[in-house]
């Protein structure tokens, strides 16, 4: 893998033998990692979740623990149908709003890091496909099964 400067503002990848497949693949995962850091640091990267459910709703509020833990001194406070709250804190690089009380916007520079936010908030309620209740990433959709009947 050579990586090249040819001029000012631009960057040039290259393999040394293009007949390898190995090569072919790093080819394109080192581009993919260079655009997504270039990305993030211009634009940023933006995620939504949503939660569909009653009485499914989040605030975001200040964490009582303050920046210990890793955390920026904010939470989430989650109510998604347990008897009790689900209190999530907000990483360090991630960037959270909360403009209504069933969507949540995160944002950051790290593709990675924010997906897998996103997808440690998701687990505390994964979509069923049964009612279509959880948290949901984006777009994302599940199909909905039918009840079994005898």
Known sequence: MKITFPETGMVAIS????????????????RTLIFNAITGMTEGFTVPLYLVGVGFRVALEEDPRGTSDGGNGKRFNMKLGYSHSVYVPIPTHIKAEVPT??????????????????????????????????????????????????
């Not at 393999?15 to 072919?24: G, N, S, Y």
């Not at 309620?125 to 009840?147: A, C, D, L, T, W």
């Open 101 to 150: 009380p069933t969507k949540i916007v995160l944002s950051c520079t790290d593709k990675h890091l924010l997906g897998l936010f996103a997808a440690k908030v998701r687990g505390y309620r994964k979509p069923e496909p049964y009612k279509g209740k959880g948290i949901f990433i984006g777009n994302e959709q599940i199909r909905i099964k039918s009840v079994k009947k005898k």
């Open 15 to 30: 393999v040394e033998d293009a007949e390898i497949k190995v090569q072919r693949q790093m080819w394109g995962t080192t």
